[in-house]
């Protein structure tokens, strides 16, 4: 029944993911009410949810765009079954808008299969992650996308590799001068920020170390699956899945290498895992077998937002 709601993309879908994500979100927020007597934590909050509603959007916008999809909402319902395991991202507006710039970059460098404007891509891409490092610094990781990208589609010409150094001084410049302009310890900041942490010793309770083992049983079974499938996959499609789990495997070692660590950090792999676990559904199978993977998802991710309140 749920893989049949969602098999096709309609308004109706979107609404409803819509109001899931607002409930949600809600009912995290008004556990304590000390921010509505803040102008701007309500203005933060309202930056929150607006930029992952867009970030939901924008995943969904590349998985079709791109043909890694079918037209369904698939995408949208498991990007936000995802944002359930970490419910506390709804609290960090760095890495929310990180991840959000993130995916802009992400959708000019799938976008490169056209070869058309490929630099102006490549550009937009490269400021678009060093923007986000600004936010969350690690996800400059992400950078190294940009070079595979080149790597499958435009490696001959050599301007295409100066790019993303051109995009890193303009990133810099902005940066400086904000810091001017708001009175901003630049160096510290840089310094606090490049620090690393490979322990994972963080959890507060034991019901965040639980979110994340059910997180890390799903993404194997998608990671997997994806693997197993991408030979059968259309040939044209195969450069854009690469870079799909690329840009997962990036987010895990930002997670891996972040100082602040926490379950949050994860944000940057629920995009593309949202989009493998689209690809998984959509294949041919036996419509129990599809509806039982969403129901077991539901029920796990459920369960992780209402025991980490």
Excluded at 127 to 156: G, K, P, T
Excluded at 165 to 172: E, L
Excluded at 203 to 208: D, I, P, V
């Amino acid at each position: 029944m749920i893989t049949s709601v969602f098999k096709k993309s309609t308004p109706l879908n979107f609404t409803l993911v819509v109001l899931l994500i607002l409930v949600f979100f809600s009912i995290y927020q008004f556990q304590d009410f000390s921010w509505t007597n803040s102008t701007i934590l309500i203005f933060e909050k309202i930056g929150i949810i607006t930029v992952l509603l867009a970030s939901i959007f924008m995943t969904n916008f590349i998985s079709k765009r791109n043909g890694l999809s079918k037209d369904s909402s698939y995408t949208i319902l498991f990007y936000f079954l995802f944002l359930l395991f970490f419910p506390s991202v709804l609290d960090n507006i760095n890495l929310v808008f990180s991840n959000f710039f993130i995916l802009l970059a992400l959708r000019r460098l799938i976008s490169l299969q056209s070869l058309k404007a490929s630099k102006e891509k490549i550009f937009d891409a490269s400021l678009w992650i060093f923007l986000a490092s600004l936010f969350h610094f690690w996800s400059i990781l992400y950078i190294a996308l940009v070079f595979i990208s080149i790597i499958f589609h435009v490696a001959r010409d050599y301007r295409n590799w100066i790019l993303p150094f051109i995009a890193f001084f303009t990133a810099g410049i902005i940066f400086v001068l904000f810091s001017i302009v708001f009175n901003i310890d630049a160096q510290g900041y840089i310094n606090s920020s490049v620090m690393t942490n490979f322990e994972i010793n963080y959890f507060t309770n034991n019901y965040q170390n639980a979110a994340l083992s059910i997180y890390a049983t799903v993404v194997l079974f998608f990671v997997i699956s994806m693997f197993a499938t991408l030979s059968n996959r259309p040939l044209v499609l195969h450069a854009s899945f690469k870079k799909i789990i690329a840009s997962f495997f990036i987010g895990v070692l930002i997670y891996l290498v972040s100082s602040n660590k926490s379950n949050d950090i994860l944000i940057f792999t629920i995009a593309p895992l949202a989009i493998m676990a689209t690809s998984h559904i959509e294949i041919p199978q036996v419509k129990l077998k599809k509806e039982m993977v969403l129901f077991v998802l539901i029920a796990c991710s459920f369960f992780a937002f209402f025991s980490q309140l």
